[in-house]
Every structure is written in C-alpha cells, then in structure tokens.
C-alpha cells in the first residue's frame, strides 16, 4: 500500500494498521543487505566473452608514415573495426594503454544514409539484439585495449542506451558506471502531436577501474 490510504472496504480508526501503512512504504532493512544477482541481457547467439577475446585479427597493412612512433604516435585505420581491434591486443604499445576512448556508433535507425552529395554514406541496418551483440563484441575488446585508469563514453539515442547500458554494467562492471550525459540536439526533429520531441541524444560514461583519470 501506498501509506496515503487504506485498503479498500477499511477504515482509519485502527491507528496500528495506519502505522503498518506508513512503514512499510520504505525498502525493509534486511532486503538492502541481500546479495542479489546482477543484472543481466540475455538473448540468442550472444556469444561467450572468452570466444570473442579470440577473434581473429585483422591483417595490418601500412601505407603511409610520417616521422617516427615517438614523434608522431597517431594513427588512422582503415578497415572493419572489430578485426582492427583484435589486432591491437597483440600490440603491446596499444592493449592496456589507451586512456580514453569515445565511440559514435550507429544508432538502430534500420536506415541507409547519404552524404549531402547523395552520395551512399553509410548502412544503419542492425537493430534488436543484432545490434547490441555487434555493439557488445566491440566494447569488450575496448576494455581490454583500456589501462586501469582509463574511460570510455559512447553515444546512444533513446532506442538503445537503456540495453547498453544494462551490457556495459556487465562489462565494465556497474560500480564502473559514471554518468548518463544527456546531450541535448541543436536541431530537434520528429515532433508530432502525439510524442513528445526527440531532442535529446545520451553519452554512457564508464570507467575500468575506481581510479580514473578525469579527462
């Protein structure tokens, strides 16, 4: 019950129940201490986080280098990200030392989008738990490419950010959890009398450890 009113068909002359009401409006003190599981998403094909820690790299080739990797550390790759990243944690100058990490990834439009030339720009076709399972493979390859006091955001909208955050407590663990950054559109869009605005974007920010840098 909600404490503001009896149940039906009583009365409020029993002062004793109107107690009862009233306490046991709050969480009891015995279940706060109670070692629930953690949350999970299940759903078909989500694979094994050792099997995808196995994933077969990506074949590297450079094309192009300017100065050396003391001066000019950075790097730009071209290729399918998932491979790329498996490749780097065999890099022992990248896996387990990137501090920061912020990725845009596709939004489950279930859209193809073109350039402002109309010209094809990219596929937004995953959606459900295609999506979050392409999302999560990559996000587990991340935490192992992060250093202990490293970051991570990514950028959702209202479709996914609440199933990948529910993936990203599993991974990160949900005491790594930081923030919900709301991100509100410059040009809000898709107003119709019946919904309210979509005008709001979500950065999830996550950290490896306790002991983070503060970028």
Request: glycine fraction near 6%; charged fraction near 25%.
């Amino acid at each position: 019950y909600s404490g503001c009113h009896p149940p039906y068909g009583q009365g409020t002359a029993d002062n004793g129940l109107a107690k009862e009401l009233k306490m046991a409006t709050g969480i009891p003190k015995g279940y706060r201490s109670l070692n629930l599981p953690s949350l999970r998403l299940d759903y078909q094909n989500k694979a094994p986080a050792s099997e995808i820690l196995q994933t077969p790299p990506a074949e590297i080739e450079r094309l192009w280098e300017f100065g050396s990797e003391q001066t000019a550390p950075n790097r730009l790759y071209f290729s399918e990200n998932l491979g790329a990243l498996a490749a780097l944690l065999s890099d022992s100058s990248v896996c387990g030392q990137v501090r920061l990490v912020y990725i845009d990834p596709p939004f489950a439009t279930k859209s193809v989008f073109q350039s402002r030339t109309l010209n094809h720009a990219y596929d937004d076709v995953l959606h459900g738990e295609e999506f979050i399972e392409f999302l999560r493979k990559r996000l587990i390859l991340l935490r192992e490419l992060l250093i202990e006091d490293g970051s991570i955001y990514v950028h959702l909208d209202e479709k996914m950010v609440f199933h990948i955050k529910v993936i990203m407590d599993e991974i990160f663990g949900i005491e790594n959890y930081r923030n919900c950054i709301t991100r509100k559109k410059c040009n809000p869009k898709n107003y119709t009398r019946k919904k309210y605005g979509n005008i709001s974007d979500y950065i999830l920010f996550y950290t490896k450890s306790d002991s983070y840098v503060w970028n």
